[in-house]
T-cell receptor, first 115, second 115 residues
């Protein structure tokens, strides 16, 4: 079964500082990888995803993530945090093979941006 | 294009009562998902539909939960009778296809509180 681990349930960053959210997956076959953001009282919105090709993926709002197969990781970064980045972020995976397209989500990381 | 619509947005009921949630996916999306998001956790799949057929309902507590998508468009999720542990946000998502790696688009969710 797919498992996703997000290190740190809360991350505080100063406005303008680097945002780094960590995600590791457990699968012998690299899955498809996603980062979603959830603002209060809203559903999840896709930031970026990795399916194939270049391992550095750029997403919306200045975020990017790098797939590292050797480390089974897909960490999310943004060079300069903005107040509007305060939200909860979920790393998710789906099986590369199989009939369905189920998302297996981590437990989330709450980002707090300090002025 | 219009996003995934869900109603109601909030619902408060007493245990042992029944409740129903409604979801209208993005127009043309064949695949529809219901997820349960308990406070402090990531979403977990309850059921996945492809058109009006069930693809995966292995995590649906079938003794109390039911879901249908009769015409392959909108869907309802029902809980009968509700338990305290059913308090959660119920998210509906849709994707154009069920293929692995397809982006899922989420609705705003229905927040359920069982007293």
């Amino acid at each position: 079964a797919q498992s996703v681990t997000q290190l740190g349930s809360h991350v505080s960053v100063s406005e303008g500082a680097l945002v780094l959210l960590r995600c590791n997956y457990s699968s012998s076959v690299p899955p498809y990888l996603f980062w979603y953001v959830q603002y209060p009282n809203q559903g999840l919105q896709l930031l970026l995803k990795y399916t194939t090709g270049a391992t550095l993926v750029k997403g919306i709002n200045g975020f990017e993530a790098e797939f590292k197969k050797s480390e089974t990781s897909f960490h999310l970064t943004k060079p300069s945090a903005h107040m509007s980045d305060a939200a909860e972020y979920f790393c998710a995976v789906s099986d590369r093979f199989g009939f369905g397209n189920v998302l297996h989500c981590g437990s989330g990381t709450q980002v707090i941006v300090l002025p | 294009e219009a996003g995934v619509a869900q109603s109601p947005r909030y619902k408060i009921i007493e245990k042992r009562q029944s409740v129903a949630f409604w979801c209208n996916p993005i127009s043309g999306h064949a695949t529809l998902y219901w997820y349960q998001q308990i406070l402090g956790q990531g979403p977990k799949l309850l059921i996945q539909f492809q058109n009006n057929g069930v693809v995966d309902d292995s995590q649906l507590p079938k003794d109390r939960f039911s879901a249908e998508r009769l015409k392959g468009v909108d869907s309802t999720l029902k809980i009968q009778p509700a338990k305290l542990e059913d308090s959660a946000v119920y998210l509906c998502a849709s994707s154009s296809h069920q293929g692995a790696g397809e982006t899922q688009y989420f609705g705003p969710g229905t927040r359920l509180l069982v007293l």
